[in-house]
């Protein structure tokens, strides 16, 4: 889609086995007509023209039960974006997230996280609340802004690093995280990053605030 913006609060959108491309040159806002299945996506590609313009999604929640590939742009939701399939990052033209929604990680299987480009900055705000056995898995090192695991969700760090460049590291009680042998690095300068593992251990962690004043803070204890 080139130079307009998505709306479907007045029909119904049949997305059947098909992509959907992103790519209008300015910041471009989708309006999602709610959560039933007749609003969902399949695959999406946010590709837009410069890596600064805005991929806004606001008042519901954007379902997409395909795979969404992040090309170029800045992913900057209002409303959260639930995803079932994989999350790929193909360029190193995903500019930091800036806003409130988040990614959410809702399947009910496997979902990969691929980042084989090597962008370093942070794609967005992510919530997992896949329950599934394998759960959400990093393939590749990543940055995000905060990071909430859900009661029961899964999330398999696979040995990668992940990075957290904002102020949130939740695990909830329940949630299962495994860090392999890879690294958990903070990143924020200044401000209180709170983490609260649930009593899940990590394997390396890290923090490094740039010579800021960043404030670490503990909710509960952490191995």
């Known amino acids: 889609m080139y ?4 709306n479907s609060t007045n029909g119904k959108f049949v997305a059947g086995t098909g ?3 992103f790519s ?3 910041n471009i806002t989708i309006t999602s007509g709610g959560s039933a299945p007749d609003y969902d996506f399949n695959h999406v590609e946010v590709n837009l023209a410069s890596n600064t313009n805005q991929f806004n999604v606001i008042t519901n929640a954007m379902d997409v039960s395909g795979n969404l590939t992040l090309t170029r742009g800045v992913f900057s939701p209002t409303a959260n974006v639930n995803l079932t399939g994989n999350l790929l990052v193909s360029a190193t033209t995903v500019n930091p997230e800036d ?3 988040d990614l959410v990680f809702s399947g009910s299987s496997l979902q990969t996280i691929t980042n084989s480009v090597g ?3 942070s794609i967005a705000e992510v919530t997992i609340t896949n ?3 394998s759960g959400a898995r990093l393939d590749h090192d990543i940055t995000f802004s905060d990071l909430i695991l859900n009661a029961n969700a899964v999330f398999n760090a696979n040995g990668k690093t992940l990075t957290l460049s904002d102020d949130t590291w939740t695990v909830n009680g329940t949630a299962v995280f ?3 042998t890879g690294t958990v690095l903070f990143t924020k300068g200044t401000g209180t990053v709170t983490l609260t593992t649930g009593g899940d251990a990590f394997n ?3 923090f490094n605030d740039g010579g800021g004043s960043a404030i670490y803070q503990l909710a509960d204890p952490i191995d």
């Open 19 to 21: 992509t959907v491309l």
């Open 119 to 121: 962008e370093t900055d």
């Open 178 to 180: 495994t860090p392999g």
């Open 204 to 206: 390396h962690l890290a």
């Open 99 to 101: 806003d409130t929604g």
């Open 24 to 26: 209008t040159n300015g």
């Open 3 to 6: 130079g307009a913006n998505w």
């Open 131 to 133: 329950q599934n056995a």
